[in-house]
C-alpha cells in the first residue's frame, strides 16, 4: 500500500512555515496551514507531519494537533517542532517529554528556527520579557542560558535546510520516499 503523506503548521513568525514547505518540497507532499479553510479531508492521508513553533515549551497548535489525531486514528501523526534554542538531543527530549510524555521518542523532531519578537502578540512579549528577567537574576548561569540571553534581545534566523536531514533521514528508512509514497509490501 502506497503511503501518502500531507504537512500540517502553524506558523506565527515563519520560521515553522518556512521548514513546511521545504519538506513538502523534498517529498513532493501538500503543505497546509492549520487554520487553512481548504485542507483537503485528513482520511485520504496515512501519514501526517504537523509543526509548529516552541513558546514557552508547549509546541503551538499541539491542542488542535491533537484533536485531530483521535478524529483520524487509521493515520500516523509525526511532530516536529521550532524554535531558538539549538537543535541538541537534550532540548528535543525536553520538549518531547512535555508536550508527549506517552509517545516514542521516533515521533518528534526539533528544528533551530528563529526568533522574530516583531510578529510576538503581547502576550509573548510578555512572556518573553519575564524569561528574560528570570535569566537576568541567576546568580550563576549556564553557557546556554547566557547564549540564550544574548539572543533573546534581538531577532535571529536560524533556519537551515540542513536541520531537515535527521527528520528526512528517518522518513527515508520508514519508506517514505518523494512523491509520499512508500512502496508496496509484499
Excluded at 501519514?47 to 494537533?65: A, H, M, P, R
Excluded at 506517552?102 to 523532531?109: G, I, T
Aim: a positive charge.
Amino acid at each position: 500500500m502506497n503511503q501518502s503523506v500531507l504537512i500540517l503548521y502553524t506558523s506565527r513568525t515563519g520560521f515553522t512555515a518556512r521548514y513546511a514547505k521545504w519538506l513538502g518540497e523534498a517529498l513532493t507532499a501538500p503543505v497546509y496551514a492549520l487554520d487553512d479553510k481548504s485542507c483537503p479531508l485528513l482520511d485520504a492521508y496515512d501519514l501526517i507531519l504537523c509543526g509548529g513553533g516552541i513558546y514557552g515549551q508547549e509546541l503551538s497548535g499541539i491542542k488542535e494537533f491533537r484533536r485531530l489525531e483521535k478524529r483520524h486514528p487509521s493515520a500516523r501523526f509525526l511532530y516536529f517542532a521550532t524554535g531558538v534554542r539549538p537543535a541538541t538531543e537534550a532540548v528535543r527530549r525536553q520538549l518531547m517529554d512535555y508536550n508527549f510524555p506517552h509517545r516514542s521518542q521516533a515521533d518528534f523532531f526539533y528544528l533551530r528556527g528563529g526568533l522574530d519578537p516583531e510578529k510576538l502578540d503581547s502576550n509573548q512579549k510578555t512572556l518573553l520579557s519575564l524569561y528574560k528577567a528570570m535569566l537576568k537574576r541567576r546568580k550563576v548561569l549556564s553557557a546556554e542560558d547566557a547564549h540564550m540571553l544574548e539572543l533573546l534581545d534581538h531577532s535571529s534566523d536560524f533556519t537551515s535546510q540542513d536541520e531537515l536531514a535527521p527528520l528526512l533521514a528517518y522518513l527515508t528508512q520508514e519508506g517514505v520516499r518523494e512523491g509520499g509514497a512508500k512502496p508496496q509490501r509484499p
